[in-house]
Structure formats: C-alpha cells, structure tokens
C-alpha cells in the first residue's frame, strides 16, 4: 500500500463531501489531529490510512486516486450538498445501532444457553 499523502488525503475528502469536522467525528479524531495530516504537519500512520480509506470509500491501492486526472469528468455539484453530508452521517449513525443491535442478540444467545 502507497503512503498516504496530505495531496491524496485532501481529494478524497473533496471528492467525498466530508467537511473536517465530519470526517474527523467518524475517524473519532481531534479536527486538529486531522487538520495536522491534511497540512503535512503530522504523518499519516498506516492504520489510521486504513481507517480513512474505509470512512471515504477509497480502494486499497491508494495510487488509483491519481491527481493528475484532470481529464474526468467534473464532480458533481451535489456531492458537496448538506443532504449527501448528512446521509452519510445518518449512515454512519444506523450501521453503529445495527453492530449494537446484534452485539446484543448474541449476548442474549450466548447467555441463555
């Protein structure tokens, strides 16, 4: 896996629609901690890089987000949108209630047997 760069790191988010504070809510990071990466004040640690791919929705070969695509298409205007920002919250927010739901049943389970 590529080293994750504040150039990579930056796109992605553009590309996502996630503010700072949203992507750092999810990475369950201080926004200066995130700030610091995006500014190549801190380096990326390979977990952490493996945690941000999963929040934006990156392959796992960083090298395919190539910044020198300037001949794709324009992103759309609604991806920056408050209601894509937050259906990606509210995604977010019902997958944590659905890992609760069934942490709970198999604590049932595994108790009454």
Request: net charge positive.
């Amino acid at each position: 896996m590529s080293q994750m760069t504040p150039e990579i790191l930056k796109k992605a988010m553009r590309e996502s629609g996630l503010t700072m504070t949203e992507l750092a809510r999810h990475l369950e990071i201080s926004q200066q901690s995130l700030s610091d990466m995006i500014n190549g004040r801190a380096r990326v640690a390979p977990l952490r890089a493996q945690q941000i791919q999963r929040v934006l929705g990156l392959n796992a070969d960083m090298t395919e987000i190539s910044l020198q695509s300037q001949q794709s298409a324009p992103p759309c205007p609604f991806m920056n949108s408050r209601a894509v920002r937050l259906a990606l919250s509210i995604k977010a927010f019902v997958r944590r209630i659905v890992e609760a739901v069934i942490v709970g049943v198999l604590v049932r389970l595994l108790t009454s047997a």
